[in-house]
């Protein structure tokens, strides 16, 4: 379990949510989300993924430059599409992705927005608007 997994877990019991861990969702290919929650008939499915800065190699013998360098939309999509891979058909069931940020980029609710529905752009006189990534749905 790492750090993320050990924090979440920990705000769970705090909240008296009752929940399972390694859920597994796919049988064929032995994959599993880390926690199924339940209340009442409720079910929900999430997984926990963590956000670290990169550490860029410097080049042969010169150790490694630890680094901010994270692009948090890709990062996050990247997340959204590991998870949506565990499933060999769509889950029946909510399904949650909980990322943790420990890099030193701040994340916010743009930043999230723009990972889940794409880029903004400003077009002259109409204002703003999103540009969906159909890779997104695969």
Same mark, same amino acid.
């Given at each position: 379990?790492?750090?993320?997994?050990?924090?979440?877990?920990?705000?769970? #019991?705090?909240?008296?949510?009752?929940?399972?861990?390694? &859920?597994?969702?796919?049988?064929?290919? #032995?994959?599993?989300?880390?926690?199924? *929650? +339940?209340?009442?008939?409720?079910?929900? *499915?999430?997984?926990?993924?963590?956000?670290k800065d990169s550490?860029?190699?410097?080049?042969?013998?010169?150790?490694?430059?630890? !680094?901010?360098?994270? +692009?948090?939309?890709?990062?996050?999509? !990247?997340?959204? #599409?590991? *998870?949506?891979?565990?499933?060999?058909?769509?889950? +029946?069931?909510?399904?949650?992705?909980?990322?943790?940020? &420990?890099?030193?980029? &701040? &994340?916010?609710?743009? +930043?999230?927005?723009?990972?889940?529905?794409?880029?903004?752009?400003?077009? #002259?006189?109409?204002?703003?608007?999103?540009?969906?990534?159909?890779?997104?749905?695969?």
């Amino acid at each position: 379990m790492n750090q993320s997994e050990s924090l979440f877990e920990e705000y769970l #019991k705090e909240q008296g949510i009752i929940f399972s861990r390694n &859920f597994l969702v796919n049988s064929k290919n #032995k994959k599993n989300v880390d926690f199924r *929650l +339940t209340k009442g008939q409720q079910v929900i *499915l999430c997984d926990v993924k963590e956000v670290k800065d990169s550490e860029i190699k410097l080049g042969p013998g010169a150790g490694k430059l630890g !680094g901010g360098n994270i +692009t948090a939309q890709d990062h996050i999509r !990247g997340d959204i #599409k590991k *998870l949506r891979q565990k499933f060999e058909n769509p889950p +029946t069931v909510s399904l949650m992705l909980v990322s943790i940020n &420990f890099s030193s980029n &701040f &994340f916010t609710a743009l +930043t999230v927005a723009r990972a889940l529905m794409g880029e903004i752009e400003n077009e #002259k006189g109409s204002g703003l608007r999103l540009c969906n990534y159909p890779d997104m749905n695969n």
